[in-house]
């Protein structure tokens, strides 16, 4: 089986943590949670530090800060009502899977609110590659019924791979 998610490893702890297997089962369970075959597509992840990240996040949002995770889509898939399933994506093949798009994914901030929240590092990670899949998907919370549908979706995959509920 061919690996879902390209990562990119700018920052050793990230290497050290596991990224690359935990980042492979939560966004497998995503990409089947949302009713699609994991096999069909791909997906570039840069673990990184938030200096990084928020380069990143300057350059693309007008945000000089560090944040948790950011998401790059291939193309625009959200729907067009507010509350609405998004557009999914056609798989591809095995052999030239469908790229969803590219994630980031910063240590500082994600390790800082993982104690925060009480919770574990693997737990606040799954749940941030979760969330970032389904918005390479369409998902977003901007508006409240999105943000409702986004939520609920997330909740039902992180409890197929045993994470409570984050909210």
Same mark, same amino acid.
């Given at each position: @089986?061919?690996?879902? *998610? ?8 990230w290497e050290a943590f596991g990224l690359e297997p935990l980042t492979e089962r939560a ?11 994991? !096999?069909?597509?791909? %997906?570039?992840? @840069?673990?990184?530090?938030? !200096?990084?990240? !928020? ?8 945000? +000089? *800060?560090?944040?948790?995770? &950011? ?9 067009? %009502? ?22 980031? %994914?910063?240590?500082?901030?994600? !390790?800082?609110e993982a104690q925060e929240q009480g919770k574990t590092m693997e737990h606040h990670v799954?749940?941030? *590659?979760?969330? +970032?899949?389904?918005? &390479?998907?369409?998902?977003?919370? %901007? ?5 409702? &549908? @986004?939520?609920?979706?997330? #909740? ?6 045993? #994470?409570?509920?984050?909210?």
């Amino acid at each position: @089986m061919a690996a879902l *998610v390209d990562i990119v490893i700018e920052d050793a702890r990230w290497e050290a943590f596991g990224l690359e297997p935990l980042t492979e089962r939560a966004a497998r369970a995503a990409l089947a949670g949302a009713g699609l075959d994991p !096999a069909g597509f791909e %997906i570039s992840l @840069m673990a990184c530090d938030d !200096a990084r990240i !928020a380069a990143l996040n300057s350059d693309f949002r007008g945000r +000089a *800060v560090p944040t948790n995770v &950011l998401s790059w889509p291939s193309e625009e898939r959200g729907s067009g %009502i507010a509350g609405g399933a998004p557009d999914l994506p056609e798989p591809g093949s095995e052999d030239e899977p469908e790229p969803l798009g590219d994630i980031a %994914i910063a240590w500082e901030t994600c !390790a800082r609110e993982a104690q925060e929240q009480g919770k574990t590092m693997e737990h606040h990670v799954t749940h941030l *590659v979760v969330h +970032a899949v389904l918005h &390479l998907l369409g998902h977003d919370h %901007i508006e409240e019924q999105d943000a409702t &549908l @986004m939520e609920a979706t997330e #909740v039902r995959i992180l409890a197929s791979l045993g #994470v409570s509920d984050p909210y």
